[in-house]
């Protein structure tokens, strides 16, 4: 099993910024891609950012060039940098991890963005 534990979400103002975490542990061995995704109210839960075991990261359109996804291996946490924050960039967000055909999600965190 893999333990998923995100954190950095909270409130902001439109034009500012969050970065979140995501912490990994358990069976960590052999996880090869950490995305980011978000659900809003009354939406579908959307892919946001994505980053690859060779380090090759993958946006969503809409949060291109204003989020960065990086990873620290030595800590086993995924990071998700978010800029210019936007009203409609209010979700939870939440961290996945995929090992082989296994997928595991944390909790979420809530990012509101006010206007």
């Known amino acids: 099993q893999v333990q998923l534990v995100e954190s950095g979400g909270g409130l902001v103002q439109a034009g500012g910024s969050l970065r979140l975490s995501c912490a990994a542990s358990g069976s960590i061995l052999g996880i090869d891609t950490m995305s980011w995704y978000r659900q809003a109210p009354g939406k579908a839960r959307e892919l946001v950012a994505a980053?690859?075991?060779?380090?090759?990261?993958s946006y969503a359109d809409s949060v291109k060039g204003r989020f960065t996804i990086s990873r620290d291996n030595a800590k086993n946490t995924v990071y998700l940098q978010m800029n210019s924050l936007k009203p409609e960039d209010t979700a939870v967000y939440y961290c996945?991890?995929?090992?082989?055909?296994?997928?595991?999600w944390g909790q979420g965190t809530q990012v509101t963005v006010s206007s």
């Open positions: 996945r991890a995929r090992r082989g055909s296994r997928y595991y």
């Open positions: 980053i690859f075991n060779g380090g090759s990261t």
